[in-house]
């Protein structure tokens, strides 16, 4: 074949190939063009069927709109429903509390009347529920009282001979009978004066300080009682003799505690007594040893006169030792005679104990003993767990003034507010020197708490304390 024969094949060849290519190509994306209609007819049908109940748009949106009111509607029905049935609960629950306070109002009435009728028979409940008595005379002295609580009974006898002590307000009759009806209407009043009597002689034996009130509250609901009963038969106890008989407890009340404050008035003049005779004897000794050294000194000089040279020096160093415990004899016997010709001379002391009572806690009281101190001492024995620390001892001629005004000047303060011979009071120590400056100016007064005993023993207590510590320490790693 020619050359040009080739060249003819070979671009035969090369069309027939670009042909074959391109007829490739164009089966190969109608392939691919069918397989996409085929996935898009097939989504097409599918959303065709997923909404094919979905026929008007318009009509769609109505259904949904519909049913939203519906359960909307459903909603608030029931809501309403829900909030009257609470509603309901409310004023049921509201009325059933009603009732509970009513009741319990009712209740607590009748608890607070029993309460204070049980009170009157129970001297504990009766101390704290009425409170404490107010005295209402001021007799000196107990036959005072005696003579006024006599001639109240013998008012009384008038009043029931009288017929004045219990009254019938209606005259009765018994078969048609005036005089039958008396003798009923006397018997009544005996029977009432009787048994009212009773129980005022039994409050009145049984009064005491922390009942008192409680006594005449007793009094009281015994008319009252007995009067309620005596309503049929219009039979009533009298406002006098009802009065009297509040009267009558009152006094004999007071007459006791008169006659306890009497028996501690003796006492405390039995005291005073027992203190001027320990004077006395106190200033007899003090005569008795100013005399020896007196007689010693005298016999030293007679044998002075006697010798010379070195005896005669040791006999003057003697003199002059005997000659200096005169002189402090003398002094001591001087003192004791003055104490005890004026009585009213003494120490005002003020003393604290903050290891017994703690802080702010003082005593003020007063001695007349030549040593003062030996006081604080015995105040200070076992009856405490540590001794006392002075923080005054004045010297005074009007001692019992002196400590009068101290406790005038802090009576609010006393600790124990009946029993005026337990002298402590819950003061500060500045507060007991501003007294102290003011009522005795020239008083030395000492701030200062030792507190000795006290201390040490805190100290020690402390050291055990950090000792038991460092054991718990080392017992016991605060890590592992």
């Known amino acids: 074949m020619t050359e040009n024969q080739w060249i003819l094949v070979a671009s035969l060849s090369c069309i027939v190939l670009a042909f074959a290519i391109l007829m490739y190509v164009i089966i190969r994306d109608r392939a691919q063009a069918r397989r996409a209609i085929e996935t898009e007819t097939k989504k097409r049908i599918a959303v065709e069927r997923r909404f094919s109940v979905v026929v008007d748009a318009d009509a769609e949106a109505q259904k949904i709109i519909d049913l939203a009111n519906q359960r909307a509607q459903a909603r608030e029905e029931k809501a309403a429903s829900e909030v009257a049935s609470a509603t309901a609960q409310t004023e049921a629950l509201a009325a059933t509390l009603s009732e509970l306070q009513r009741s319990y109002s009712e209740k607590k009435t009748i608890f607070d009347r029993l309460a204070k009728e049980v009170a009157i028979f129970d001297d504990r409940l009766a101390f704290a529920e009425m409170g404490v008595y107010e005295p209402h005379f001021d007799f000196d002295t107990s036959e005072e009282f005696k003579v006024a609580i006599n001639r109240v009974r013998d008012h009384q006898k008038l009043m029931v001979s009288g017929k004045t002590a219990a009254v019938c307000h209606i005259p009765w009759t018994v078969d048609g009978s005036i005089a039958k009806g008396r003798t009923m209407t006397e018997r009544n009043i005996r029977l009432t004066l009787r048994a009212f009597n009773g129980e005022c002689d039994a409050a009145i034996a049984n009064v005491r300080w922390n009942n008192a009130n409680a006594m005449e509250k007793r009094i009281e609901n015994a008319r009252t009682q007995i009067d309620k009963h005596n309503a ?47 004077l006395l004897r106190e200033m007899e000794r003090a005569e008795e040893e100013e005399a020896r050294y007196q007689r010693l000194l005298q016999k030293a000089r007679q044998e002075a006169a006697s010798v010379d040279g070195p005896k005669l020096e040791a006999y003057s160093q003697q003199i002059a030792i005997l000659e200096r415990d005169l002189a402090e004899a003398h002094a001591k016997a001087e003192r004791a005679r003055a104490m005890a010709e004026m009585t009213k001379t003494g120490y005002v002391y003020v003393i604290s104990n903050i290891g017994s009572f703690g802080p702010d806690f003082v005593k003020i009281g007063l001695t007349r003993r030549l040593e003062p101190a030996d006081r604080i001492r015995e105040l200070g024995d076992a009856s405490v767990p540590f001794l006392f620390d002075t923080h005054a001892m004045i010297y005074s001629d009007e001692a019992p003034a002196l400590e009068r005004a101290l406790h005038n000047t802090f009576a609010a303060r006393r600790v124990n507010a009946t029993n005026f011979r337990k002298e402590f009071f819950r003061v500060s120590i500045d507060e007991v020197e501003a007294a102290v400056k003011q009522l005795a100016p020239g008083a030395a007064f000492f701030k200062d708490v030792e507190a000795q005993e006290y201390r040490e023993t805190m100290a020690i207590r402390n050291a055990n304390l950090v000792q038991q510590q460092l054991i718990d320490e080392l017992s016991f790693p605060s890590a592992i």
Do not use: M, W
């Open 232 to 278: 049929s038969n219009h039979v009533a106890i009298t406002e006098p003799y009802f009065r009297l008989k509040l009267e009558e407890l009152r006094l004999t009340h007071e007459l006791r505690e008169k006659v306890k404050q009497e028996r501690e008035e003796r006492a405390e003049d039995a005291r005073a007594a027992r203190e001027e005779q320990k």
